[in-house]
């Protein structure tokens, strides 16, 4: 036969053995830590935007791993991004965006955006509010959201998520003015371009491998059969090494693929 394949104690009132977590919905997004603040200035004496970085590095942390216990609300909008029943991706909060003490006033009808200029494609980033109405938008080109963004200001932090796991995340962004009735850029004001940078966190499930597999299968009542390869040419034959399976009354063997065509036969053992 052959197979072409291409107690607690009154006593002593110590509490013994780990306490029992219990579980609570989130209404809004934890920071995942202290704050990280890019400080952004304007500097009339060369016309341009500057951005001094906190050399912190966030975590991205996810839910299963800061809060193990806990969800999100499912009416949030934020629940399908970041509750572990959903994609349940490892996220931050800590950095935020601040204008400068020693910035100068901008001049008279302009605006400061921010702009991603490139970054680990797997990074997310939303505009979150946790008060009604509340958001988590797309932006800095998360789900075809544009690039850039008008920024108020006033303290900003998005919330950057990303998978988790034991990884390395960073985004490189720039900060420039833009005429407030044209939204067009005024040239020469771009800051020089700086790079957040985030680790990551596992959750704490094991990964799933999936492989692609080829099934061979007969009836399992067959006797006492071995398994056997070969090439195309059907001389040189040697046992599959492959552990048999049994299901349903079948015996499978699953083998991987190979880059050359393989033949397959069972020989019965006398």
Sequence with gaps: MKAHLGSFSLVSLLTLGTPTLEAATLTSVPMQGGMVMPMVSYKAADGRIHVQLDPAVPQLTPLLASNPADHFAADDPWYDIL???????????????????????????????LRKLSGSP??????????APKA??????????????????MMFHPTFAAPAGTNTYSATFDAHLRD??????????T????????????????ALSIAQKIVLSWP???GNLVLETSGT????????????????????????????ARIYRLRLVQ
Aim: hydrophobic fraction near 40%; charge should be negative; proline fraction near 9%.
């Design 180 to 189: 407030a009735a044209s939204g067009a850029e005024l040239p020469n004001t």
């Design 233 to 260: 040419e059907g001389i040189e034959w040697t046992a599959v090494g492959e552990s048999l399976i049994s299901a349903n009354g079948q015996t499978l063997v699953m083998v991987a693929p190979t880059a050359t």
């Design 220 to 222: 399992g009542t067959t």
């Design 191 to 206: 800051s020089d371009p700086f790079t957040l940078t985030w680790t990551s966190a596992p959750d704490g499930r094991p």
């Design 136 to 153: 988590f938008e797309p932006i800095f080109g998360t789900a075809g959201a544009p690039p850039s963004m008008a920024w108020s200001g």
């Design 83 to 113: 509750d572990p029943n959903r994609l349940g991706l490892a996220f931050s909060r800590r950095y935020g965006f601040v204008m400068g003490t020693m910035t100068d006033p901008l001049p008279a009808g302009t605006g400061i955006w």
């Design 122 to 131: 797997e990074v997310r980033a939303y505009r979150y509010a946790s008060t």
